[in-house]
């Protein structure tokens, strides 16, 4: 009869134990059984976190249209730097060929000038020697304004093959 009593008991005493307010603990001793949440642990036997509800049908197509007209603007800018570059390219190139036209003018009279010197040169030894010295100078001016030119047309060329590539 003991038995029973006790066993009575404990089922009493289980029963009216709330079933929403049971949480099992971890111990050294093993499991035990409490109303209030186990401490520094997560309770062994709750459910795992819920993971976020599924993205809803509407939201996925509006950040697919997103991702889309991001993309789309990626593309113009893309588009209008390329654009961009080529304006540059073309008026490097524009200026470039000024400079070149303008050496060529600044040769042209820096010669003038030269020829007019030479031709006064008269006619003797005094004359020959400042001719020479004058035809020399021509060479000079020449060569300055030709490596100043060609530097100018490399420099074209390059711009040229830079525009060609885009």
Not at 36 to 51: E, G, H, N, R, T
Not at 62 to 69: D, G, I, M
């Amino acid at each position: 009869m003991i038995t029973r009593t006790l066993i009575a008991a404990l089922l009493a005493s289980v029963l009216s134990f709330p079933a929403s307010a049971a949480y099992k603990c971890k111990k050294s001793s093993g499991y035990v059984y409490q109303d209030k949440p186990c401490i520094a642990q997560a309770p062994p036997d709750s459910p795992l976190p819920k993971a976020p509800p599924p993205e809803s049908p509407a939201t996925q197509p509006q950040e697919t249209e997103t991702a889309a007209r991001l993309r789309r603007d990626k593309e113009y800018l893309a588009a209008r730097e390329k654009e961009r570059r080529r304006a540059e390219l073309r008026y490097e190139i524009e200026l470039s060929e000024n400079r070149i036209s303008g050496l060529e003018q600044q040769m042209d009279s820096e010669l003038a000038i030269l020829r007019a010197r030479k031709s006064l040169a008269n006619n003797n030894l005094a004359g020959a020697t400042l001719e020479q010295s004058i035809s020399v100078e021509m060479q000079a001016v020449t060569q300055k304004y030709s490596v100043q030119i060609d530097v100018e047309q490399q420099r074209i060329e390059r711009m040229r093959k830079d525009l060609a590539g885009l």
